[in-house]
């Protein structure tokens, strides 16, 4: 399957998923997007079964009650979507990247010390 960037509401359901050892149910999907987005159960559902059909997860019907689980998994959704950023924001220059994050205060130099000792070792 090929990846796709996925819009930030489903990626917000994605990484609920991922944060659970197991099968999710929709109750619980919703409960989370409710607290935390101030989503309705039909928003909720309606951006589920879209990553349903996106291939990213899978549904499962137990009884009454929907289940789902991770397809994707999140290392692999993670690289594509660093991968897809790195090109597209900074054309694939480490100095541009590095340089943006340290004007914004995102980087501290413990961070680039470790950076340093990391592209040592390769």
Known sequence: MELKKLPRTELQIMKFIWSSSNEV???????????????????????????????????????????????VKEEEYLEFETDDFFKFLHGKSLTGLISTLQKTKNISDEDIKELKEWIEKK
């Open 25 to 71: 149910s929709a109750k619980d999907i919703a409960k989370f997007m409710n607290e935390n987005c101030s989503w309705t159960f039909g928003s909720t559902s309606k951006t589920t079964l879209r990553l349903v059909d996106k291939g990213f997860i899978e549904a499962k019907k137990i009884g009454r009650l929907n289940f789902y689980s991770p397809l």
